[in-house]
């Protein structure tokens, strides 16, 4: 028989659904591990089905279901002559939830409880935060164990082994696999939206690999934030990721070019910008900011994009209020990170010269060793300042300390247009 669809179409619901996958079986059977093999082999079982017999009504539940029928063939696979009552009571609670219904799998608040139990639990404080990330982005945004090792610079292996420490700890601590009562939201919730943010940053901005950005993850992000936000409605933080990430992403279309390469902020065709998501995220700005006492660092960010994104050019962007807000936050947030974003902002108020002692200042305490936009926020300055040849130096220091393919090129192009 003729395939009825190719495999482009499989990565396709495998890019969209992946994670909500994963996250309805890690329910189903109560065990990261186990839920991983058997969302792997549904998919395998995809790639072998589906071209003959096209893709199901219902993607989603065909790949539940056959992910939950693969977990029990493994428990089953486990128990040996003597038997394994383990694993025998484990199969015994997989079969008594029953096989989920084609109508359980529409877009409803049980598949969206199901991200956000994960998410969650990933974040438990009973985990460090470093952990708390990488358990998210291994599993929540399903990115692989390398590509979480190379954007927390550690090795595969070591990220490797404090995967299956954070899963062992949750498994053996009893976890709860569910959002926590209200009482026990408020020491999670910082944790959970820096989380979130990471997520919408990987794909905003990619660590590794050579998309110039990864939508998917930013519209999983978006979703996540949104759930929080009917969690705790009104809170004025999650208002302002929310915010923050509606105006990025709304420019999203804008940051490549025709042929997928990165643009700067100035050369970006604001009309491909998405202005309905840019009035939505402004409208939320202000919310976020209503309450002076309740300011944080997320509404300070996302009243920053909103200047950005509202600005009609680059040239009539205001760039003193974006430089004052910098300096609210470095009060909120104070971090070397934040210091070279306030100096870039200030280089555009009140010229190069100032922030470019600012910036030299920064890279003289050492506490940004590795981090290419420091020498490419130099580099910027000393070519508006007419230093060409510190400029290139400090350019290809940037080339060679980023690890993204297409922001690398993107340095090259600046490099070259030095000369």
């Known amino acids: 028989m003729d395939a ?37 082999e549904a998919f395998e079982a995809a790639l072998d089905r589906w071209p003959k017999i096209g893709v199901p009504g219902n993607p989603r539940a065909w790949l539940v279901n056959t992910g939950r029928h693969k977990a029990i063939d493994r428990l089953r696979r486990r ?56 358990l998210t982005l291994r599993v929540v945004c399903g990115l692989p164990t390398p590509a979480v090792a190379s954007v927390l610079l550690v090795s595969e292996e070591a990220m490797a082994q404090r995967l299956v420490r954070a899963k062992a700890k949750i498994r053996e601590a009893g976890i709860p696999y ?30 590794v690999g050579d998309g110039a950005v990864r939508p998917e993850l930013c519209e999983e992000a978006i979703r996540l934030a949104r759930l929080i936000d009917q969690l705790l409605p009104g809170q004025p933080e999650v208002l302002g990721l929310l915010s923050l990430m509606l105006l990025h992403s709304a420019r999203l279309d804008g940051r490549r070019d025709g042929a ?20 939505e995220g402004a409208a939320l700005v202000e919310r976020a900011l209503a309450d002076s006492s309740a300011i944080g660092p997320y509404g300070v960010q996302a009243a920053i994009a909103a200047l950005h994104a509202q600005a009609p050019s680059f040239a009539e962007t205001d760039w003193p209020q974006i430089a004052g807000l910098y300096q609210v936050l470095l009060r909120l947030q104070p971090s070397p990170v934040v210091e070279l974003n306030a100096a870039a902002a200030l280089s555009m108020a009140e010229g190069p010269m100032r922030a470019l002692s600012l910036v030299d200042a920064l890279a003289a305490r050492g506490e940004l060793p590795n981090y290419a936009p420091l020498p490419a926020a130099r580099a910027d300055l000393l070519q508006r300042l007419g230093r060409i040849e510190e400029a290139a130096a400090a350019y290809s220091d940037a080339i060679g300390l980023v690890r993204h393919a297409a922001e690398r090129r993107l340095l090259m192009r600046r490099l070259a247009s030095l000369f």
């Open 178 to 207: 569910q959002v926590p009562d209200r009482a026990l939201l408020a020491e999670r919730l910082a944790g959970v939206l820096a989380v979130v943010y990471l997520v919408f940053t990987e794909g905003y901005a990619p660590s």
């Open 260 to 279: 997928g390469e990165l643009l700067l902020l100035e050369e970006q065709d604001r009309g491909r910008w998405d202005r309905a998501r840019i009035a």
């Open 4 to 40: 009825l669809i190719d495999h482009k179409a499989i990565e396709a619901v495998y890019r969209n659904e992946a994670g909500r996958v994963l996250a309805t079986l890690i329910r189903l059977v109560g065990d990261f591990e186990l839920a991983e093999e058997g969302a792997q």
């Open 79 to 134: 128990i040996n002559l003597r038997g394994k009552l383990k694993a025998v009571a484990a199969e015994a609670a997989i079969e008594l939830q029953g096989e989920p219904a084609v109508a359980d799998f529409a877009e409803s608040e049980e598949i969206a409880d199901d991200r956000l139990r994960l998410i969650f639990t990933c974040c438990h404080p009973a985990l460090a935060m470093e952990t708390r990330v990488a």
